[in-house]
């Protein structure tokens, strides 16, 4: 390749890791952590005002809020939008 890369592959450690892998982890933490205990501790936290545990408690919970997104122009031309719904 023109660019010099050594066959254009990046480096050995990028991308994210294989699933198998990540499954591996998450039974090792499992074996080591109480879930409930996990929990309890989170339910404490949020109890004595910890905003960090309550963000945390809201996003799992509730999801995200939806994202609003504003358009304005500053053109006199009106705006059109023509949607096509693929029927011919």
Do not use: C, W
């Amino acid at each position: 390749m023109a660019d010099g890369r050594k066959n254009n592959g990046g480096h050995k450690t990028a991308g994210r890791k294989p699933k198998a892998e990540e499954q591996k982890l998450i039974e090792r933490l499992d074996a080591i952590i109480n879930q409930d205990k996990a929990v309890e501790a989170l339910r404490d936290k949020v109890y004595s005002g910890d905003a960090r545990a309550l963000e945390l408690y809201y996003k799992y919970r509730y999801g995200l809020p939806k994202q609003k997104t504003e358009v304005t122009t500053d053109s006199e031309q009106p705006f059109i939008l023509t949607l096509n719904s693929g029927a011919k």
